[in-house]
Nanobody, 122 residues
Framework: QVQLVESGGGLVQAGASLRLSCAAS????????MGWFRQAPGKEREFVAA????????FYADSVKGRFTISRDNAKNTVYLQMNRLKPEDTAIYYC???????????????WGQGTQVTVSS
């Protein structure tokens, strides 16, 4: 059974940085992709970034491009989301998810973590 556990969320001021982690377990992650999504109160879940396990291909939402960086540590089965220059509009619950391919569509992801809250104050 695949399990994904996020950590690293918190309350920060605008302009600060946070690094989220997603530890994956339950199988060997040498293929497929991992994605980060977020959901703000009253809004739909939206794609943030994704990365492939094998060659590290990445893709970002326009809203975070240049501020957020997704990376992975294959030895630790862990994916990271480095978030810099945070804005109040980045406030949301952040989820990591696993899929067979790199998708932007949340419906394509098979496994989800429980989420971690990120709050950015102005």
């Amino acid at each position: 059974q695949v399990q994904l556990v996020e950590s690293g969320g918190g309350l920060v001021q605008a302009g600060a940085s946070l690094r989220l982690s997603c530890a994956a377990s339950g199988r060997t992650f040498s293929s497929g992709a991992m994605g980060w999504f977020r959901q703000a109160p009253g809004k739909e879940r939206e794609f943030v970034a994704a990365i492939t396990w094998s060659v590290g291909t990445t893709f970002y939402a326009d809203s975070v491009k240049g501020r957020f960086t997704i990376s992975r540590d294959n030895a630790k089965n862990t994916v990271y989301l480095q978030m810099n220059r945070l804005k109040p509009e980045d406030t949301a619950i952040y989820y990591c998810a696993a899929a067979r391919l790199l998708w932007m569509d949340a419906a394509r992801y098979d496994y989800w973590g429980q989420g971690t809250q990120v709050t950015v104050s102005s």
